[in-house]
């Protein structure tokens, strides 16, 4: 089997991949084939097929990983029993030495065509379709390693102040990656969003972190992985499909033919990606603190 260094592939995480895919499918399951996915995903990971049945392994060795995997089985769960949206089987998440596993069922990816881009946008509105009583959650979850304050709000400026950006930045400034004159012109931003925030929205279900390598495009359509679910504005999904890659018109286009863009979206998106691009400075440096620094402008 190729890839032999790899610590999925240990002795101790393919005994307990082989107990947890076996007992799920009911029958003996051993690991035949083995595909590294490190590129396509945050932890390391892989694609394992016995004689059927392939399956996605990701593996953490954060001190919280248990706790980070079972909450992202959490939120797609809602995903599936609310909106009806694929999502893939999961199978459960499991510690084995120092290692945390998530394991689910390995989806088989195809090629994007105008088609496939459409059903990204159709799954996102098929989301959005299911509305709250108010933003946030009962329960909290991650925006990937970073812990997500989910605490219900009635209003979503507030919300979007108080869980999204107060956290972020009061992380950001931890991190010793924020230069002085911008949180002070962050500061200034945080103080002007009700004057930002647009027009006022009903709570909606969101993917949470909605960026196209979140969507797996199959024969059968989208399928949804990664999501960090709350009830916020739909307009944060909306911002963060194009977040890292351009995506064709065709998604944006495919949503609008079931459900609504507010006018000025395209003139808020920056400001709702803020969250990220906080983020981003508080986890991995400053390479992203042109584009903090720029959406932050936009808005003084």
């Given at each position: 089997m190729a890839n032999s260094l790899h610590p999925l592939l240990?002795?101790?995480?393919?005994?307990?991949?082989?107990?947890?895919?076996?007992?799920?499918?009911?029958?003996?399951?051993?690991?035949?084939?083995?595909?590294?996915?490190?590129?396509?995903?945050?932890?390391?990971?892989a694609i394992l097929s016995g004689d059927s049945y392939p399956i996605f392994v990701k593996l953490s060795r954060a001190a919280n990983g248990l706790e980070q995997f079972e909450t992202e089985l959490a939120s797609l769960r809602p995903l599936s029993s609310l909106s009806g949206v694929r999502i893939p089987i999961p199978m459960g998440s499991v510690s084995v030495a120092d290692d945390v596993l998530l394991i689910m069922e390995g989806i088989?990816?195809?090629?994007?065509?105008?088609?496939?881009?459409?059903?990204?946008?159709?799954?996102?509105?098929?989301?959005?379709?299911?509305?709250?009583?108010?933003?946030?959650?009962?329960?909290?979850?991650?925006?990937?390693?970073?812990?997500?304050?989910?605490?219900?709000?009635?209003?979503?400026?507030?919300?979007y102040a108080?869980?999204?950006?107060?956290?972020?930045?009061?992380?950001?400034?931890?991190?010793?990656?924020?230069?002085?004159?911008?949180?002070?012109s962050m500061e200034k931003l945080i103080m002007r969003l009700p004057d930002l925030c647009g027009p006022d929205v009903a709570p909606t279900l969101l993917h949470g972190d909605a960026q196209q390598n979140n969507f797996i495009s199959t024969a059968a359509g989208a399928v949804v992985i990664d999501p960090a679910v709350y009830y916020g504005n739909p307009e944060m999904d909306l911002a963060y499909i194009d977040f890292f890659q351009p995506v064709p018109v065709d998604v944006l286009n495919a949503y609008r033919d079931e459900t609504p863009i507010e006018p000025g979206f395209h003139e808020r998106r920056e400001l709702w990606r803020v969250y990220a691009y906080l983020a981003i400075v508080e986890v991995e440096g400053v390479s992203y603190l042109p584009q903090l620094t720029n959406a932050i402008r936009k808005y003084l």
């Open positions: 240990s002795e101790q995480c393919q005994i307990a991949i082989e107990r947890i895919v076996s007992e799920h499918t009911g029958a003996r399951w051993e690991i035949k084939d083995f595909r590294d996915m490190n590129e396509y995903s945050s932890h390391r990971s088989q990816a195809i090629d994007r065509t105008p088609k496939q881009w459409q059903q990204i946008g159709q799954t996102l509105a098929q989301i959005h379709r299911i509305k709250g009583d108010r933003f946030g959650l009962d329960t909290h979850n991650y925006f990937g390693p970073l812990y997500q304050d989910n605490r219900p709000l009635s209003d979503w400026t507030t919300f108080e869980r999204r950006l107060w956290p972020r930045f009061i992380g950001a400034i931890d991190s010793g990656n924020m230069p002085t004159d911008v949180i002070k």
